[in-house]
């Protein structure tokens, strides 16, 4: 059945997807070569049990709507997950918790540059160190590909293309993700 978590004490009940506030950037110029983002320590995993605490921290959120929490233990614990919902109803949430939670850099292959941007973009706008690479963005993708090797980045997307340009996968497997999500 659907999985709910409490709401904290003394907090007004939220549920995933509905923000409580939004941190500051560290978004990166459009077109820029150079990094902006700053060297930081790699993340450390978070237990499964922990993920309505990380919840909570990262994206403000005091329960997670249905099925989310079930989804998002899975993958912390190493299962290979097919997850189908409805419009609206956070899937996203079901690949960024866990890939927070299991530290490292999470890569995102998807074939809506639109999505894409607008995902990169609310990731950016609550703190997280996210960054893509599309046919519109050719010049970014040295100093993008250059975080994601240091370590830099939370969530990298790409386009499903990329996978064929000789040597991006060579790039990955240097510093393997710890998470991707289709």
């Known amino acids: 059945g659907p999985v709910f978590e409490t709401q904290h004490p003394g907090s007004p009940a939220r549920a995933a997807g509905q923000p409580q506030s939004v941190r500051s950037s560290n978004a990166r110029e459009a077109g820029s070569e150079r990094s902006l983002l700053p060297d930081r320590p790699r993340r450390e995993p978070t237990p499964p049990d922990e993920l309505p605490a990380l919840l909570h921290k990262e994206f403000g959120f005091d329960r997670f709507r249905p099925y989310q929490e079930a989804a998002c233990r899975a993958v ?93 996968i060579d790039s990955l497997a240097r510093q393997p993700p710890t998470l991707v999500a289709i």
Request: a negative charge.
């Open 76 to 168: 912390v614990e190493g299962h290979d997950l097919l997850l189908v919902m409805p419009t609206g109803a956070e899937k996203s949430l079901c690949y960024q918790l866990p890939g927070i939670a299991r530290g490292g850099t999470t890569v995102v292959i998807s074939p809506l540059i639109a999505l894409m941007e607008d995902q990169v973009t609310k990731l950016q706008e609550a703190g997280f160190a996210a960054e893509r690479i599309h046919s519109g963005r050719r010049g970014a993708t040295r100093s993008v590909m250059a975080d994601y090797a240091a370590g830099r980045l939370d969530f990298l997307f790409i386009a499903p293309e990329r996978l064929a340009v000789s040597g991006f």
